[in-house]
């Protein structure tokens, strides 16, 4: 074959050069549009012994449009079945409890802690944020999310602005946040102290029936949460950047969980009947966290405190740090160290004397009690090819709740009131 | 008093703030993937909800919201 000219050498070159850098466009532009989409998926077991067993699967999806906006969507299920402590006290002696439901009983052997074993529940998660660079200072959000589960309900809003200052080093973000809340209680809700009745006490189905009855209201409950929280950025040096977060929370509406009770007991210690607990209808909360994050040449380590306050004067403390190692480019190790503890609220109780005034408020439920837990994890992370990631992390949780300084009486100074609960958690992360 | 001091000293490790920082180019070890605060999405959401369900309090580190019935 003989070239006919010159130019024609240039043409064809240049339609092979167009070719080329049209086609390494196209490869370019395909990864780029890869690369638009995040995804990390994760599944989750958490297991305490004896009590509540949960599987949460969570997905979240980024998907960037420009450098401008970020569209968030995340979508949790989980599972929950097992035991959870109802309030009541140990005994001496096996104790007969009536189901939330009122259909059905439940007994608890002596010197064991009453625990609820009717629990299950099944709940979908769903949330979405957009993200919108306005200039290069000033970023802002928006969100909403959405959640059900069998006796509950909850749809909410939050909002959030950002301005960075000098040169991107300091970042100052207003966020908001409103929740609505629907609690429809298996059964009914009860009446706040009034007596749980038990089948045992009535000579028929139907005297029970009444009796059970008057201890329930029909209808559902509400609860509204505002959030705000103020958060300041700052970085301090080539790797260091330290963060500083106040949280104001302000709920109103039914607090009370509808599946607790209090033991009433004389001064033998010894039970003399049940009581459903009654939780104010507000609180108002405050936090001040604090976290300081560096880059080391072969890990990463953080520290956070919190320190957080309420009008129940439930207030707490929790220490955290996550430190990371990599082995090799692909391969790292974790640990995380959580230690918390909490002053229990004003009106926790972990029984009522049946010959004393009842108070205006009363819950005998350990998470609102004296208590201190911590938390040991580790996590194994490997980096796979095309920007792929899969980690596993297994973690062991303890709680140690304590008497809030109660005079314990008769027979309840020989039972374990306070046990402590141990749990772990085992889970599997994949990114691409 | 003790307010004033507060105010004080609030505005002065404010106006710190703006000595603080790095230039643009100093960023690289900054701009990793594991040192953005919420580099562990999934395990930090996982947390919070195991520690909403389990304490009684929340928050802090994000808007603490709620949304589900298991506290």
Redesign the interface.
């Known amino acids: 074959m003989q070239l006919k000219n010159p130019s024609n050498i240039a043409k064809a070159l240049a339609l092979a050069s167009c070719a080329l850098v049209g086609q390494s466009a196209q490869v370019q532009a395909s990864e780029e549009k890869l690369d638009d989409w995040k995804v990390?998926?994760?599944i989750?077991y958490?297991g305490e012994e004896d009590r509540v067993q949960a599987v949460?699967a969570?997905g979240?999806v980024q998907k960037a449009f420009g450098d401008e906006s970020l569209l968030d969507m995340?979508l949790?299920v989980d599972s929950?079945t097992g035991a959870s402590a109802s309030g009541a006290v140990a005994q001496a002696e096996t104790q007969t409890f009536t189901r939330p439901s009122g259909d059905g009983q439940y007994q608890t052997a002596p010197g064991e802690t009453p625990l609820d074993d009717t629990f299950h529940?099944t709940?979908v998660?769903a949330s979405a944020n957009w993200a919108e660079t306005l200039s290069p200072v000033w970023k802002t959000n928006v969100g909403v999310?959405?959640?059900k589960?069998f006796?509950?309900f909850?749809m909410?809003l939050?909002a959030g602005i950002e301005r960075s200052?000098?040169?991107?080093?300091?970042t100052l973000v207003l966020?908001?946040?409103y929740?609505f809340?629907t609690?429809d209680p298996v059964g009914g809700k009860p009446v706040a102290f009034s007596a749980m009745a038990v089948r045992g006490d009535y000579n028929t189905e139907e005297e029970y029936r009444t009796a059970f009855d008057l201890t329930r209201v029909e209808g559902t409950e509400d609860?509204k949460?505002m959030?705000m929280?103020l958060s300041?950025?700052?970085?301090?040096?080539?790797?260091w950047?330290f963060?500083a977060?106040y949280?104001l929370?302000s709920?109103s509406g039914y607090m009370t969980d509808p599946y607790k009770i209090l033991s009433q007991v004389d001064d033998t210690g010894t039970s003399q009947g049940y009581l459903y607990e009654n939780r104010p209808d507000s609180r108002l909360?405050h936090?001040?966290?604090m976290?300081t994050?560096g880059?080391l040449d072969a890990g990463?380590v953080d520290f956070?405190y919190?320190y957080?306050t309420?009008d129940w004067d439930?207030n707490?403390h929790?220490l955290e740090t996550?430190y990371?190692y990599y082995f090799s480019g692909r391969f790292y190790g974790q640990v995380h160290l959580r230690y918390?503890q909490?002053q229990a609220?004003n009106f926790y109780r972990p029984f009522l004397m049946a010959d004393e005034p009842l108070p205006e408020y009363a819950s005998a439920d350990y998470?609102?009690?004296d208590?201190s837990?911590y938390t040991l994890g580790l996590?194994f992370g490997q980096r796979l090819s095309g920007g792929h990631e899969m980690s596993y992390?297994l973690e062991y949780?303890q709680?140690n709740p304590e008497n809030n300084g109660t005079e314990l009486v008769g027979q309840l100074q020989d039972q374990d009131l306070f046990p402590a609960?141990k749990a772990i958690?085992a889970?599997v992360?994949y990114s691409f | 008093m003790n307010r004033t001091i507060i105010a004080i000293a609030i505005a002065i490790s404010l106006s710190a703030?703006?000595s603080?920082?790095?230039?643009?180019w100093?960023?690289?070890?900054?701009a990793?993937a594991?040192?953005a605060?919420d580099?562990?999405?999934?395990?930090l959401?996982?947390d919070d909800?195991?520690?909403f369900s389990?304490?009684?309090?929340?928050?802090?580190?994000?808007?603490?919201?709620?949304?589900?019935?298991?506290?």
């Open positions: 990390d998926a994760a989750m958490y949460e969570i979240n995340k949790v929950l529940d709940r998660q999310n959405g959640s589960e006796d509950y909850s909410g939050n200052f000098n040169k991107d080093n300091t966020s908001g946040a929740t809340d609690i609860k949460t959030d929280m300041i950025t700052q970085v301090l040096s080539r790797r950047v963060q977060n949280g929370s709920i909360k936090s001040f966290y976290m994050k880059a990463v956070s919190r957080s309420d439930l707490s929790t996550h990371r918390y909490q609220a998470r609102i009690g208590m837990s996590k992390r949780y709680q609960v958690m889970q992360s | 703030c703006s603080l920082g790095v230039e643009p100093e960023k690289n070890q900054l990793r594991d040192m605060l580099s562990e999405k999934l395990d959401a996982l909800h195991i520690y389990k304490e009684g309090s929340s928050g802090g580190r994000s808007l603490a919201g709620g949304g589900c019935g298991c506290n």
